[in-house]
């Protein structure tokens, strides 16, 4: 069964640290991971990954996908309260593209 | 330009009772997606469209879930009978093609509770 697992749960932080979000996946016919943010209900597009070892960035997140080991890494740098929200990982599959989500991270920036 | 729009925000229903939750997707957007979340959950995929045809009906839990799309673009998901299982948020999304981008822009949803 496709599944898609991500890591904590939940984190708490001071503004100004730097954080890393996982996600590992097992999903048949894999064709492209995604990232995305959700602070009230509609979940806003952050990254979408196909291939390993490169990495996209946008402002203080980044992100990097390792098709070998099957994982992704969400990293915010110099964290800001307005990044408080859950972060969900998504990956496709079949000729769907239907999105298997994880069960998000919750992240709390306190001032 | 305008993003995914859903209607109506908020639903409370009771149970038993039929519903229809409506998404209006991006404009030029083929592909259509019918996402649950219930609360502390995950997103939970329900149903696919390419245009007005849907490929993949594999994540509506029961016979009372059902939906269509008219005209390539507007979308209805239908429960009948509710019950209070039902109660999530149903997040609409879409894309400009399945194969060119699998970039799906998701609507505010609908929160709808079955008391």
């Known amino acids: 069964e496709d599944k898609v697992v991500q890591s904590p749960l939940s984190l708490v932080v001071h503004e100004g640290d730097t954080v890393t979000l996982n996600c590992s996946y097992e999903v048949t016919n894999f064709r492209s991971l995604l990232w995305y943010k959700q602070e009230k209900k509609a979940p806003t597009f952050l990254f979408m990954l196909t291939s390993s070892g490169i990495e996209k960035k946008s402002g203080r997140l980044s992100s990097i996908l390792d098709k070998k080991e099957l994982f992704s890494i969400l990293n915010i740098t110099a964290t800001q309260t307005g990044d408080s929200a859950v972060y969900l990982c998504?990956?496709?599959?079949?000729?769907?593209?239907?999105?298997?989500f994880g069960q998000g991270t919750t992240l709390q920036v306190k001032p | 330009g305008a993003g995914v729009s859903q209607s109506p925000s908020n639903k409370v229903t009771e149970k038993g009772k039929d519903v229809e939750l409506r998404c209006d997707p991006i404009s030029g957007h083929t592909a259509l997606y019918w996402y649950r979340q219930s609360l502390g959950q995950g997103l939970e995929f329900l149903i696919y469209f390419q245009g007005n045809s849907a490929p993949d009906k594999s994540g509506l839990p029961s016979d009372r879930f059902s939906a269509e799309r008219t005209g390539g673009s507007v979308s209805t998901l239908t429960i009948q009978r509710t019950q209070q299982e039902d109660s999530a948020v149903y997040l609409c999304?879409?894309?400009?093609?399945?194969?060119?981008?699998?970039?799906?822009?998701f609507g505010p949803g609908t929160r709808l509770t079955v008391t």
């Open positions: 999304a879409s894309s400009f093609d399945r194969r060119s981008s699998y970039e799906q822009y």
């Open positions: 998504a990956v496709t599959s079949s000729n769907t593209g239907k999105l298997i």
